[in-house]
């Protein structure tokens, strides 16, 4: 065993082999996908699907964060991917300065040519100083941290932000990927790994150093899944139908304990 606070040897390799085998099917993944918004989020849903989940994220990152920003804010991209987020945010605030990271060279290149500089670095080893940025955006992230190393991941992602500064983080509600592995166990061999949030610990996860701004989800769409997928079939009637959910998910978003993925805005008080 190793010392008190130290992670013994078998573990720490074993913690490394997870790491490596990881990074491996994101590259792969990244490299089959390139810029499409599947590589990034779900290979078992249509791509209808996949969009309705990239607009709730754009919508959430410009609605709910980039208004807080300050003019010229530094915003570190975490989980950047190809820049699917960060185009967004540029898209709608061009003063913006940002920085992507990502452990897949293929995203950090796709990055670097869509949006902005990149870092090629392990989330858990992030090469910045203390109060670096003015906002950090964490889009389905966490999720691949186990949740035994969630906390101590937080202890470090926190003080990368300015007092005041902005942390926005999305991640699976772990109840409603639960149901879907008991619905079709299939789903499973379409993941690159990772487990989601219960309501609690990722209302709990930042601590008391961030205080929370606001929060939701996509509750009407998770309840419907099952109905659009049969709508896949039928893009004519699926189009009107996710329109007409989009809007009801706006109006009834804090509802999320049930909702595929969740939203967390929070300011760093300490």
């Known amino acids: 065993m190793g010392e008190e606070g130290e992670?013994?040897?078998?573990?720490?390799?074993?913690?490394?082999?997870r790491f490596t085998d990881l990074r491996a099917r994101w590259?792969?993944?990244?490299?089959?996908?390139?810029?499409?918004?599947?590589?990034?989020?779900f290979r078992g849903l249509a791509p209808a699907l996949n969009?309705?989940?990239?607009?709730f994220h754009a919508r959430v990152v410009c609605g709910q964060l980039l208004p807080l920003l300050p003019q010229g804010a530094r915003v570190l991209d975490l989980g950047?991917?190809?820049?699917r987020i960060g185009q967004?945010?540029?898209?709608?605030?061009t003063d913006l300065c940002l920085t992507g990271v990502d452990f897949a060279w293929p995203y950090c290149r796709r990055y670097q040519q869509n949006v902005a500089g990149s870092v090629c670095a392990d989330a858990a080893r992030l090469p910045f100083a203390a109060g670096s940025f003015d906002a950090i955006v964490a889009i389905t992230v966490l999720m691949y941290v186990s949740p035994a190393s969630r906390s101590a991941m937080m202890a470090q992602l926190i003080p990368l932000l300015k007092p005041g500064g902005q942390l926005l983080m999305i991640e699976p509600a772990q109840e409603v990927l639960e149901i879907i592995a008991r619905l079709r166990?299939?789903?499973?061999?379409?993941?690159?790994?990772?487990?989601?949030?219960g309501m609690r610990e990722f209302?709990?996860?930042?601590?008391?150093?961030?205080?929370?701004?606001g929060a939701g989800g996509v509750p009407v769409f998770t309840a419907m899944l099952p109905v659009l997928q049969l709508l896949n079939r039928f893009?004519?009637?699926?189009?009107?139908?996710?329109?007409?959910?989009?809007r009801l998910d706006v109006q009834f978003g804090a509802l999320n304990r049930w909702s595929l993925h969740r939203w967390l805005l929070g300011q760093r008080v300490l």
């Not at 996860?205 to 701004?213: A, D, N, R, S, V």
């Not at 893009?235 to 989009?246: D, F, H, K, N, S």
């Open 7 to 17: 992670i013994a040897v078998p573990e720490r390799e074993q913690a490394g082999a």
């Open 27 to 41: 590259e792969n993944r990244a490299a089959e996908y390139q810029d499409a918004p599947v590589g990034v989020l």
């Open 51 to 55: 969009r309705y989940l990239h607009r």
């Open 80 to 83: 950047c991917g190809y820049g």
């Open 88 to 93: 967004e945010m540029l898209g709608h605030r």
């Open 185 to 197: 166990p299939a789903s499973a061999g379409h993941t690159t790994g990772g487990s989601g949030f």
């Open 203 to 213: 209302h709990s996860i930042t601590g008391p150093e961030i205080m929370m701004l």
């Open 235 to 246: 893009p004519r009637t699926q189009g009107p139908v996710l329109a007409m959910l989009e």
